[in-house]
């Protein structure tokens, strides 16, 4: 199960973190991102992308500017893992049109919608990325609607 998935550039900050597990409090979770952070910013690019860290293991990925990070149990597949954040940076691809580090800084809502539609309790709940897209469109589709409804009445209200 994943326990954690995150996003952090380059640099280090942070741009998107959802955590699956209650069993570490918020200050843990605070050391653990750090800790993580270190070990994979300053860990050689020619070595394997997981790292056994205390009782889970550190499964990462870097696309262009940003590393895809999860925290799994020790006797999860980590190519499994790797093809979940893969999977989920296709879907954020196709969304954005080749997504980057400020796609995910401006719209971090629509990020974490996707991930929601992808992740359920840290375990994949849907494969498929037509069915995924869909979902998000119609999300949108109610998010405008909704749009138009309130300005509708407030400027009805105005005369």
């Known amino acids: 199960m994943i ?6 550039s380059r640099h280090g900050k942070t ?3 959802k ?3 209650s069993a570490l409090s918020t200050k843990e979770k605070v ?18 992308n997981f790292i056994e860290y205390n009782e889970y293991k550190i499964v990462y990925k870097r696309y262009a500017s940003l590393y895809f990070i999860c925290i799994v ?3 999860d597949n980590e190519l499994f893992t790797l093809e979940i954040i893969h999977h989920f940076v296709e879907v954020l691809d196709k969304y ?5 580090e400020l796609d995910l800084i401006f719209n971090f809502h629509k990020a974490y919608y996707i991930l929601d539609e992808i992740l359920l309790a840290g ?13 998000i469109s119609g999300q949108e589709a109610l998010m405008d609607e909704s ?6 009445s407030s400027s009805g209200s105005k005369k």
């Open 15 to 17: 741009r998107l973190m």
């Open 3 to 8: 326990q954690c998935l995150f996003l952090i």
């Open 147 to 152: 749009a138009e409804d309130t300005n509708s």
């Open 73 to 75: 149990n020790k006797e």
């Open 19 to 21: 955590w699956y597990s």
């Open 96 to 100: 954005f049109g080749n997504v980057c």
């Open 31 to 48: 050391k653990f991102i750090k800790e993580i952070n270190a070990m994979v910013l300053t860990r050689n690019h020619k070595l394997c």
């Open 123 to 135: 375990q994949i709940q849907e494969s498929s990325k037509k069915s995924i897209l869909k979902a």
